[in-house]
C-alpha cells in the first residue's frame, strides 16, 4: 500500500480546501518546497501534487515550483490540476514527475485522454472525483449527470496506468474514505486505483492495509497531517 502524502498548492503556499470550495481554504505556513521536504525526511517515497492554480486557469501555473520540488526531493511524483493540453503533459513529464493527472479535459474529452495515453505510455493518471456516484469536473462545479462506473467502463481499455477516485462528500473532511465505493471502482479498472478523500487517522490507512485488495495500489492523505491529526513519525511506519 503506498501512502502518497498530498500537497495543495495555491498562491504558492501549502493549502487544503474542505470538498474542494475555495471559499472554504486553509493556509500554511510552510511552503510546498519545505513540505515535500518533511515528506521526504520521514522516508515517504510517493508525493501527490495538486497545482489548483492550475484548476482554475486551465495552464501550468506552479510548474516552477514542481520543478524544484522534482530537482531538490528524490520523490515519485503524481501531479494534476488544469492540465488540458499534450503540450502541459510533456512540460511535467520533461520536469521528471512520475505520472501525470488528467481530469476535466480527460473526462469531457476522451479521444484528448486516450491520445495522451498513446503518447506517454505509462504516465498518464486519470482522476475521477464524484458525489453520490456522479462525476463532477471542473473544480468540482460542474456535475456531469454521468455515473463513474459508466465512465469508467467506457475508457478501461485505453492504456491508463493509475486511477485515483475522489469522495468529493469526504474530500477534507476527515470523516474517513469511502472505501465501499472504492472498492468498487477497483472490481472496475484494468488500472490499480489510489484512494483518495476523507482520510482522518491512522486507521483509515490501517484499514486500507486490511482489504488487500490487489488492484488498491496506494492512499491519499492530506488534511490530517496538516491538522496533526496523523503524525509524520507515525505515518512513515505504515509506508
Known sequence: MKIFPAIDIKDKKCVRLVMGDFDNKTEYNISPIDQAGRYKDHGFKNLHIVDLDG???????NLDIIKEIVGKHDLKIEVGGGLR??????????????KVILGSAAIKNKEFLKEACIKFNNKIALGLDAK?????????????????VDFLNEVNEFGISRLI?????????????????????????????????GVSSLQDIKKAKELSN?????????????????????????I
Open 132 to 148: 453520490d456516484g456522479i462525476l463532477s469536473v471542473s473544480g468540482w462545479k460542474e456535475n456531469l449527470n454521468i455515473k463513474t
Open 55 to 61: 484548476a482554475l486557469t486551465g495552464k501550468t501555473v
Open 85 to 98: 493540453t499534450l503540450e502541459s503533459i510533456r512540460n511535467y513529464i520533461d520536469a521528471g514527475v512520475e
Open 165 to 197: 477516485f475522489t469522495d468529493i462528500n469526504r474530500d477534507g473532511t476527515k470523516v474517513s474514505p469511502n472505501f465501499e465505493e472504492t472498492i468498487k471502482i477497483a472490481s472496475i479498472s484494468k488500472c490499480p486505483v489510489i484512494i483518495s478523500g
Open 214 to 238: 490487489k488492484n488498491i495500489e496506494g492512499i491519499i492523505v492530506g488534511k490530517a497531517i496538516y491538522d496533526g491529526d496523523i503524525k509524520l513519525d507515525e505515518l512513515a511506519k505504515e
